[in-house]
């Protein structure tokens, strides 16, 4: 049953990060199946807490389900794939290799998952060039 939910969370994402919207077809590591509010906060392992994460946002978000906006200095919570869209709460700089928050949401998401890395922004800019990069939008 594990693999099938997988499979449609993998599906649903369309090839991509569903934080920083890396492309799986260019990942150096694999991706891993990430639990929105973790099961330590009492989240389930159900499709709508389920979301694809590459391994750099994985590890930052942990379980983490909310923290501190760097302009306002209150605790916000962090983006969430099920419930919010992307494109409300970020867009990208002009070449599309930095992720802009542009909500309190998108704000603290950025910072705390830290989805400009320097090898994304890398990564972002030489697939840019290529015409690889951004992902299509239907895909989030």
Not at 82 to 102: C, L
């Amino acid at each position: 049953m594990y693999s099938t939910l997988k499979n449609k969370v993998v599906e649903r994402a369309q090839g991509c990060c569903e934080y920083c919207r890396s492309q799986v077809r260019f990942a150096t590591q694999s991706f891993s199946i990430e639990h929105i509010i973790p099961q330590s906060k009492g989240g389930q392992n159900t499709l709508d807490n389920l979301a694809l994460a590459c391994q750099g946002c994985n590890i930052h978000k942990y379980n983490k389900t909310e923290a501190i906006d760097p302009i306002m200095g209150e605790i916000v919570p962090l983006y969430n794939p099920r419930q919010q869209k992307w494109p409300v709460h970020f867009t990208w700089n002009e070449d599309f290799s930095i992720i802009i928050g542009m909500t309190t949401i998108g704000r603290v998401t950025v910072e705390t998952l830290r989805l400009n890395r320097a090898g994304l922004v890398n990564l972002r800019r030489v697939l840019y060039m290529a015409s690889e990069h951004p992902p299509p939008s239907n895909s989030f």
